[in-house]
């Protein structure tokens, strides 16, 4: 659902109208922002004259996002080179259901910097009838170069009054397990996507809040060691995961006035997961010996 950024819609829907769009965009912002909702909302609308999540596959528009890549020295979920010579492939292609052809590149601080650089191509001599959304926590992993050339979107997080106004209606005294609302909102950091993750948790987010008890659970060596590994098979399959996990044991360890010093070292890993080179295998080990 779309919700928050009324102003930036109809700015957008009016420019699209009018062929105003620019060749590329930056959409940037905190994580669950829905910064690659509205990339999507803005594709569909192109196709079929709708500003929403589309229900279909769109036949203009191609998403790039993280995979691993068939020559990549390690198992690490990056995205390549390859990826991006597709994209630029399909933007090469004239639109028919669409004014334009939109590629979405979807968290742009896991391309490559040789990626990056076949992406500066295609931005410096972009085909007509062409946009690239790139979305990205910080502009600042992007090359110099590559963000000169996009126009930049700030995806701003909301007040507790916005956040309260969507949860607006819900029955929170059907024991349903879902927090009070006023816990709801805290634990949401004005991210609309995160809000909707703790209104209806998937499957991983029913796996992290596993994790994230047993880690204020622990009581020996032993359960330190498996629940490291753990944490490092959640990253495995997406490095993603080990943000949202931090978050929620972020949350679980506020009410633990003994475990400061963890929610320290929680807060100081949520900043820097990301741009970590090393071993998240030692910082989580010194993160959970932290834990009492």
């Known amino acids: 659902m779309l919700y928050g950024y009324d102003s930036l819609v109809q700015s957008l829907k009016r420019l699209a109208d009018a062929r105003e769009l620019s060749h590329a965009y930056i959409f940037f912002g905190e994580a669950q922002t829905g910064k690659f909702l509205h990339a999507q909302a803005l594709a569909n609308y192109l196709e079929t004259g709708v500003f929403d999540a589309p229900t279909k596959v769109l036949q203009e528009t191609h998403v790039v996002t993280m995979e691993k890549e068939d020559d990549a020295e390690s198992d690490t979920e990056r995205m390549g080179i390859h990826a991006v010579h597709r994209a630029i492939h399909f933007l090469r292609q004239s639109p028919v259901f669409s004014p334009y052809r939109v590629v979405i590149v979807r968290d742009v601080e896991w391309l490559t910097d040789q990626a990056q650089n076949a992406l500066l191509k295609i931005l410096e001599e972009p085909p007509q009838q062409s946009i690239i959304i790139l979305t990205v926590t910080d502009p600042g992993v992007c090359l110099p170069a590559v963000a000169s050339r996009a126009q930049k979107v700030h995806f701003k997080t909301l007040s507790n009054q916005e956040m309260g106004e969507y949860i607006r209606g819900i029955d929170f005294s059907s024991g349903s397990g879902i927090m009070d609302s006023v816990s709801l909102i805290q634990s949401s950091f004005g991210r609309i996507g995160r809000l909707e993750s703790l209104l209806h948790p998937t499957a991983l987010d029913q796996d992290i809040a596993r994790v994230v008890a047993s880690l204020v659970a622990i009581k020996i060596d032993a ?70």
């Open 223 to 292: 359960d330190r060691e498996r629940i490291t590994e753990t944490i490092l098979a959640l990253d495995q399959k997406d490095p993603r995961n080990t943000v949202a996990l931090c978050e929620a044991l972020e949350i679980a360890l506020r009410s633990a006035p003994a475990s400061r010093a963890a929610l320290a070292q929680t807060i100081r890993l949520i900043t820097q997961l990301q741009t970590l080179t090393l071993s998240k295998r030692i910082h989580f080990k010194k993160l959970l010996c932290l834990i009492k």
